[in-house]
């Protein structure tokens, strides 16, 4: 089996405006459920790939919060950035302003 470290990096403008360590696990068991052919929508895939399409057993990969920094150091996975926002052309752009490390504990 083959499992994989995954990095949250949560982009925020203050501690106000996080979202919670829950909505990240949910998301990871989201993904983890498309990479072992459990998803809500697999059993819906198109006809055409019926001959090819894989089964749980075909993937074994586990996506996992990475357990250790790039130091080496205990992790939780999520890095949140501090950052400042702007309006550009109709789009949002977000000024990285300092890194920090902050545990989302719920």
Request: net charge negative; no cysteine.
């Given at each position: 089996?083959?499992?994989?470290?995954?990095?949250?990096?949560?982009?925020?403008?203050?501690?106000?405006?996080?979202?919670?360590?829950?909505?990240?696990?949910?998301?990871m068991?989201?993904?983890?459920?498309?990479?072992?052919?459990?998803?809500?929508?697999?059993?819906?895939?198109?006809?055409?790939?019926?001959?090819?399409?894989?089964?749980a057993?075909?993937?074994?990969?586990?996506?996992?919060?990475?357990a250790?920094?790039?130091?080496?150091?205990?992790?939780?996975?999520?890095?949140?950035?501090?950052?400042?926002?702007?309006?550009?052309?109709?789009?949002?752009?977000?000024?990285?302003?300092?890194?920090?490390?902050?545990?989302?504990?719920?």
């Amino acid at each position: 089996d083959i499992r994989i470290p995954v990095v949250w990096h949560v982009l925020t403008d203050g501690p106000d405006n996080l979202i919670s360590e829950d909505t990240i696990n949910q998301e990871m068991q989201w993904l983890n459920d498309w990479f072992s052919a459990q998803n809500n929508n697999y059993a819906s895939g198109s006809s055409f790939w019926a001959d090819v399409i894989a089964v749980a057993d075909d993937f074994h990969i586990t996506f996992e919060l990475a357990a250790f920094d790039l130091n080496g150091n205990p992790f939780n996975g999520i890095d949140v950035v501090q950052s400042t926002k702007e309006e550009k052309n109709d789009m949002m752009v977000l000024h990285k302003s300092d890194y920090w490390y902050y545990s989302l504990s719920t």
